[in-house]
């Protein structure tokens, strides 16, 4: 008798790519400015760490917020005990209202259709579930957030089916694009159940034009599938032009068929708790709505959370400036990065949201392939010792891209890591005139490549996990 279910040891959690590969380089060597100064340098996390002084303030002037201080715990027996699945309605408005202020307040939301969720990563799961049988697809538009193939298939069945997107037009969703993909996945007879866009996008760090969601949209509801907007990083636009929610959009389409429509939040961006769990999945179904919360059940957030946070987001005064410091801390840093590249010649797709930008190594790649961009990667790696994610990981068409995430260190780190890049291309450059000799990064490259393959038996990124079991391996073991 097998020990393990087949959804068990299906494949499909995806921690056998290299998007989670360099995090394990990292955790074994994890740069630290003085006890580590030549460890990795973390560019893999999508986290957003550079407000935290203001929610310590925050916290530290409403102790009657927690129910673990002196001055909440008249509370704490109420709330321990709470268990509704619909959630404290002042958490449920006060998430309603700072959903509307991360979306520039051009929109409402009606608190009685937020559900919760465990992150957006149960919210995602949630709402599949709710709306996809086993075998059904949904339709992605590629380069897309690695962990989609875990959360909206995994458990549930349900399977991606690539839309193919290219740099020719900095990667944007058409619908010709949409066209094709629906009618390859209708040709081989699977059911296509909806489509599912990231906007602002992971990993690209652009925001979807009006235009754009308006084709969206249309498509959606004249193939009557289901449309899933998850707008996780909203409020982390930094720059023109301005978030466009799909909120905004089914508003000014009034003829369109709502039922088919539904957006997924969390605070693990916006506000930079991903340690908090929050998700949402908002609904316009009514069904969907219903049957979402009773499967809530599975993921609520705890009701400590929600009586925090219930305080902290009706706080109009800190929310508003939190948002605005957030984003102008997000383009300083952004720009810091971006320009700081430049001047070694390496460009990035122009974005204006997220944790990171979209970095072109075509230039740097051997061979235009897929194995030619894990070559760099690993150089990337090992030697350079940045943990930065490869494109293959997030499905992209075209090898050479890397996303690089820039708001989970401090601004010394972030030096290091610049110096560092510069220091590896200005390597290439110097032994660039010293012909016939190849470019030493070249050299490197392939000297390392075919060095590390004999070595070891297991090469491929998509063949190793962060819990495999060859964690010895100095393939991932960046050295000092
Ligand atoms: C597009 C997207 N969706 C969902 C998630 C998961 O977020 P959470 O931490 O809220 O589960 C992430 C996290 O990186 C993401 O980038």
Redesign the pocket.
Known sequence: MATLSKIATNDRHGENTPYFDGWKAYDRNPFHPTQNPKGVIQMGL?ENQLCFDLVKEWIAKNPHASICTPEGIDEFKEIANFQDYHGLPEFRQAMAKFMSRARGGRVTFDPDRIVMA?????A?ELITFCIADPGDVFLVPSPF?P?FVR?LGWRTGVKIFPVDCYSSNNFQITRAALEEAYEKAREANINVKGLII?NPS?PLGTTLDRDTLKTLVSFIDEKNIHLVV?E??AATVFNSPKFISIAEIIKEMDCINRDNVHL?Y?L??DMGF?GL?V?IVYSYNDAVVNCGRKMSSFGLVSSQTQYLLASMLSDDEFIENFLAESSKRLAKRYHTFTKGLEQVGINCLKSNAGLFFWMNLRHLLKEQTAEGETVLWRMIINDVKLNVSPGSSFHCTEPGWFRVCFANMDDETVQVALKRIRDFVCRGQESSSEPPKKKRWQQNLRLSFSSRIYEESVMSPLMMSPHSPIPQSPLVRART
């Open positions: 999508a465990g992150g957006a990563t149960g995602n957030y962990a959360d990231t992971n998850d996780i990083y997924i969390s693990s961006k991903p769990r998700g």
